[in-house]
């Protein structure tokens, strides 16, 4: 059982739309992360959020936007996606220490999203 | 720079055989190492990291992995494999507390009956 839950697990819109996707987490981890992962490929990190404060922004387009509404909670907001953003989004958690980092990621099943 | 390397994309083996995924990392000072296994449409599952207390890691599955500084290796390694581990599986290097996660390439491992 993960101790990360996303929702929702499978999503598929058209390049107009808007959605968002969900993650929680109840293991006290003050950092959550959104990450992208295309087929055989490693995940790579989006965004990366400290005690509710974005701290990390890979450069994303403006047409993913992330919130994290509280310690539990994270949201990808997706707009005017195109057909490459189409991949598996993956929401992690870790621990942070003396506003660092550490630890390992805890993950959660993914979002399988695809633009049509 | 890449701060980690995975030696081979795929790698197959029997059924009872002796697992070995190799990874390379690149780092000046002992790094935290991890290695996560992905199954199909599933997110990445912690198998076993080391942060200094040993260089022996054993981990779940009966998986364990040796840090060798010398050779600034972890590779990860199971004494028998069983067809449910057949699987993508991911070396990860943070090179110090508070830097972010590198990951590997990735390794697919498959198992043949």
């Known amino acids: 059982d993960t101790e990360v839950t996303q929702t929702p697990k499978h999503l598929v819109m058209g390049m107009t739309n808007k959605k968002s996707l969900k993650c929680e987490q109840h293991m006290g981890h003050r950092a959550m992360y959104w990450y992208k992962q295309k087929a055989k490929k490693p995940p790579e990190l989006m965004f990366v959020y400290s005690y509710e404060k974005l701290s990390i922004n890979e450069s994303v387009p403006s047409r993913f936007s992330p919130e994290c509404p509280n310690s539990s909670l994270l949201n990808l907001h997706l707009h005017a996606l195109q057909p490459e953003d189409s991949a598996l989004y993956l929401c992690?958690?870790?621990?942070?220490?003396?506003?660092?980092?550490?630890?390992?990621?805890?993950f959660g099943e993914g979002s399988r999203l695809t633009v049509l | 720079a890449q701060s980690v390397t995975q030696l081979g994309s795929h790698v197959s083996v029997s059924e009872g055989a002796l697992v070995l995924l190799r990874c390379n990392y690149s780092?000046?000072?002992?790094?935290?190492l991890f290695w996560y296994v992905q199954y199909p449409n599933q997110g990445l599952q912690l198998l076993l990291k080391y942060t200094s207390a040993a260089t022996l890691v054993k981990g779940i599955n009966g998986f364990e992995a040796e840090f060798k500084k010398s050779e600034t290796s972890f590779h990860l390694t199971k004494p028998s494999a069983h067809m449910s581990d057949a699987a993508e599986y991911f070396c990860a290097v943070r090179k110090t507390s508070g830097s972010r996660l590198t990951f590997g390439e990735g390794t697919q491992l498959t198992v043949n009956p």
């Open positions: 780092s000046s000072v002992p790094p935290y």
């Open positions: 992690a958690s870790s621990q942070v220490v003396r506003g660092n980092l550490v630890g390992e990621l805890f």
